[in-house]
């Protein structure tokens, strides 16, 4: 996972063409996620 992580990255700017973002999106991610549409879902999910 952490891997993966690191591979995503330098993808943000195409993090939307990602076919496994919404799997990042629905699991809990350890790892610091340095996209804000991503950081918004989290916390609407958990508030």
Request: hydrophobic share 40%; charged share 25%.
């Given at each position: 996972?952490?891997?993966?992580?690191?591979?995503?990255?330098?993808?943000?700017?195409?993090?939307?063409?990602?076919?496994?973002?919404?799997?990042?999106?629905?699991k809990?991610?350890?790892?610091?996620?340095?996209?804000?549409?991503?950081?918004?879902?989290?916390?609407?999910?958990?508030?």
């Amino acid at each position: 996972m952490t891997n993966l992580g690191v591979v995503l990255v330098p993808y943000a700017p195409n993090f939307e063409e990602i076919p496994f973002s919404s799997e990042f999106l629905q699991k809990p991610s350890r790892m610091r996620v340095p996209f804000p549409e991503v950081k918004a879902k989290k916390i609407g999910s958990r508030a």
